[in-house]
């Protein structure tokens, strides 16, 4: 029973750390950081040297704008890829945990995303 329970809890916690947490101020920021972006770079992947601090605070490994809106991907490894991400203004986006990509609401305007590949 105890290590059952402490399997348990074991996956809660590799759980809730796989779950981006942010402020909703800082949601914000980097919402209005990314539309910026999108505006100077229509398509492809933007340079490290053109990421504001806010999006680069956040350490990814890359960052490219695509017609949907802008990935800032913070997890890949080999087809799969996982971040944050802004839609361009007016981008329907479905909020299916099951698509691929999937997209999950986080706050402020921003997403988190999941590309299964």
Known sequence: ???????????????????????FSDARTIVADGN????????????KAR???TIAA?????VYAAPEGLYICTRELFVDQQGF???????????SPTGDPSYTPLRGGLFTYHIRG
């Open 51 to 53: 990421w504001p601090q």
């Open 36 to 47: 910026q972006l999108l505006l100077h770079n229509p398509d492809g992947r933007i340079d």
């Open 58 to 62: 956040l350490d990814p490994e890359h």
């Open 85 to 95: 991400f802004v839609p361009r203004s007016g981008t329907a986006i479905p909020h």
């Open 1 to 23: 029973m105890t290590r059952t329970l402490s399997l348990l809890a074991f996956l809660v916690l590799l759980a809730s750390a796989c779950t981006p947490s942010l402020p």
